[in-house]
């Protein structure tokens, strides 16, 4: 098993250009999240979905969105992408719930000039 | 709404010696608590949790977290310190039937030869 696996693994934008990153898991795992880490900030929840075809929004979902059209993958887009976006962006699944451990992809280092 | 607080951004310990990482909670309810570690350029991975039970919980690598409710803590110990422990440490907070962790800021761990 692969686990999460995330692409791409660095990318450098200008702003205003979009993109999308895309999250994979073969572990069959209902749940699914998008995070941004920051320094001095820990993780913070971007958004979740909960099942194929659900999404809901985290603690910082403005200037993204996603879309959860197969079980297994999750995709976060960015529209416009500005420099307060620069991040470490990590995706994570888990079988369904929060008391289950989540499991993380490697990340995807995002600078935004 | 829950929340966790971990303090300090940074603890250096020597090699051998004893690891104390604190972690402080808010919570109404009785709450599942967890520590993730994330190594350098890696994404975060499962150290111990404690949802109900034994208030003592012990994880990998040797590490073990005490819940006591009464202080609102679950400061993450280890008794003697390796390199290889060098890391950032991540306590996070959910309830039963939740759908999303909150993260603590982070503490990063120095080990001193």
């Known amino acids: 098993n692969a686990g999460v696996t995330q692409t791409p693994k660095f990318r450098v934008l200008k702003t205003g250009q979009s993109m999308t990153l895309l999250c994979a898991q073969d572990?069959?795992?209902?749940?699914m999240y998008w995070y941004r880490q920051d320094p001095g900030m820990g993780l913070r929840l971007i958004h979740y979905?909960?099942?194929?075809?659900?999404?809901a929004k985290g603690e910082v979902p403005d200037g993204y969105n996603v879309s959860r059209l197969k079980k297994q993958n999750f995709l976060l887009g960015l529209e416009s992408a500005a420099p307060s976006q620069t991040s470490v962006y990590f995706c994570?699944?888990?079988?369904?719930?929060?008391?289950?451990?989540?499991?993380f992809g490697p990340g995807t280092r995002l600078t935004v000039t | 709404a829950q929340s966790v607080t971990q303090l300090g951004s940074h603890v250096s310990v020597s090699e051998g010696a004893l690891v104390l990482l604190r972690c402080n909670y808010s919570?109404?309810?009785?709450?599942?608590l967890f520590w993730y570690v994330q190594y350098p350029n890696q994404g975060l991975q499962l150290l111990l949790k404690?949802?109900?039970?034994?208030?003592l919980v012990k994880g990998i690598n040797g590490f073990e977290a005490e819940f006591k409710k009464s202080e609102t803590s679950f400061h993450l110990t280890k008794p003697s310190a390796h390199m290889s422990d060098a890391a950032e440490y991540f306590c996070?907070?959910?309830?039963?039937?939740?759908?999303?962790?909150?993260f603590g800021q982070g503490t990063r761990l120095t080990i001193n030869p």
């Open positions: 572990m069959n795992h209902e749940y």
């Open positions: 996070a907070v959910t309830l039963q039937g939740a759908q999303k962790l909150v």
């Open positions: 919570s109404s309810v009785p709450p599942y």
């Open positions: 404690y949802t109900t039970g034994a208030t």
């Open positions: 979905s909960v099942g194929e075809g659900t999404t």
């Open positions: 994570a699944s888990n079988p369904g719930l929060a008391a289950y451990e989540q499991y």
